[in-house]
């Protein structure tokens, strides 16, 4: 039985597509553990203690998810954390080959770790953090696309048409 299960991901920044597969799996397994990695982009538009605050602010009140900040092989991570599986969202035929690679990449490193995939919500499949980012520094609405609790702290930091 998987009871606890991570959902890793640079969350930068956290959009409701997100927010939708973290819920959906705070339903299926006993304990998601939501791991924001430092890895990856060496110029995240948000900090590390900033995305942990903002899915803090958005899912850190469902009592079986804990968000933390997480660094190098999420291999090594799930396993000190005791996770067996890792969730992952999917959104199109395009996100599947390197969710593919990464799943069976995981279970090399880690052969007890598992990945489980969630299809998308239909009304997020079009719904990235670039997306965010793109739409906002260009002044446009992204009342749609973040939780509305944060939406202001991300907007205003992201719109560049707002400090020229
Ligand atoms: P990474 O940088 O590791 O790809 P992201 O922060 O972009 O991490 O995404 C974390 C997880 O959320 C991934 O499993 C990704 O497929 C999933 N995801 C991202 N956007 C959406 C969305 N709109 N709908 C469903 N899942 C999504």
């Known amino acids: 039985m998987h009871n606890t299960v991570i959902c890793p991901g ?3 920044p956290v959009t409701l597509g997100h927010i ?4 959906r799996a705070s339903k299926m397994f006993d304990n998601v ?3 924001v990695f430092v890895n990856g982009d060496k110029h995240p538009a948000f900090s590390i203690e900033e995305r942990v605050a903002h899915l803090q602010k958005t899912v850190g009140d469902i009592p079986n998810i804990t968000v933390m900040s ?3 092989l999420l291999a090594d991570c799930a396993k000190e954390l005791g996770a067996s599986a890792v969730v992952r969202g999917l959104r199109a035929v395009s996100d599947f080959e390197y969710e593919f690679q990464m799943a069976l990449t995981n279970r090399k490193l880690n052969p007890e770790l598992d ?3 969630l299809a998308s919500d239909a009304g ?3 719904l990235s953090s670039s997306i965010v980012k793109n739409v906002a520094s260009l002044g446009g609405d992204i009342s749609n696309f973040v939780p509305a609790c944060i939406h202001d702290e991300i907007f205003n930091r992201l719109n560049m048409k707002g400090t020229e």
């Open 10 to 12: 640079s969350f930068d």
């Open 20 to 23: 939708d597969i973290i819920t």
């Open 33 to 35: 553990i939501v791991g």
């Open 70 to 72: 997480c660094d190098g």
């Open 115 to 117: 990945t489980v995939f």
């Open 124 to 126: 997020y499949t079009y």
